[in-house]
């Protein structure tokens, strides 16, 4: 039997720092290893207790979500955990940020508990998590104000499919429902995908949606 997944659990609310703790450490295959409050104690924790996945709130006192990701996770970090955020859409507007400063994926906090732990498991594997619900809503409202301008794609270095498929991974589509849409294989959605994300030099798929969105490849 593999050892469980561990989890760190940063949330300054009390009654949802538990809640999720809860959910969390109810299953076999996951252990909650930490708690915190902010977004200081987080990067602490993390250091020390080297967990598989943290759990990030975005609004929190001391050191702030998205900082604390970005410590965590972002560029040049020596050795990047894996950050799942967690947010309320109608108040947060900082999740785009987030996952440019490296977070896996992200979650609506009043997403079904069986999302969440998919969602652990998911970014756990090295794979991202968009949530499906709010990829559109979510990124492309902010995507546009921060964007410096539109991308000619003869300037990308992508080809013509390859563009396609950035496309639909923008719009949130899962690897079945593009491969379902331009009539190829699975198989063949996850070639192109590791092709893009080589080429324009992107960890994951999250990245990729946030470069076709910064860039004006998808409106």
């Known amino acids: 039997m593999s050892a469980p997944i561990r989890v760190l659990v940063c949330d300054d609310q009390v009654l949802i720092r538990t809640g999720l703790a809860t959910i969390v450490d109810a299953q076999p295959d996951l252990e909650v290893v930490g708690e915190c409050a902010d977004g200081a104690t987080a990067v602490e924790l993390a250091g020390r207790l080297r967990p598989d996945v943290v759990v990030m709130d975005v609004r929190m006192p001391v050191l702030d979500g998205i900082e604390a990701t970005r410590r965590l996770a972002g560029a040049g970090v020596e050795h990047p955990v894996k950050v799942l955020v967690v947010t309320t859409f109608n108040l947060d507007e900082y999740v785009y940020e987030a996952l440019r400063a490296g977070a896996s994926g992200f979650l609506l906090k009043d997403a079904p508990p069986e999302r969440l732990l998919h969602g652990i498991r998911t970014v756990s594997s090295g794979a991202a998590l968009l949530d499906p619900d709010v990829t559109r809503r979510l990124v492309g409202e902010y995507a546009e104000r921060i964007r410096p301008s539109r991308t000619d794609p003869a300037d990308s270095p992508l080809t013509p499919r390859e563009l396609e498929v950035l496309h639909l ?44 969105y910064r860039h004006g490849l998808v409106s």
Do not use: M, P
């Open 169 to 212: 991974l923008a719009e949130g589509l899962s690897n079945g429902e593009i491969a379902a849409a331009l009539f190829i294989s699975q198989e063949t959605v996850k070639t192109f995908v590791s092709r893009i994300l080589a080429k324009l030099g992107l960890r994951d798929r999250v990245q990729a949606v946030v470069y076709a």
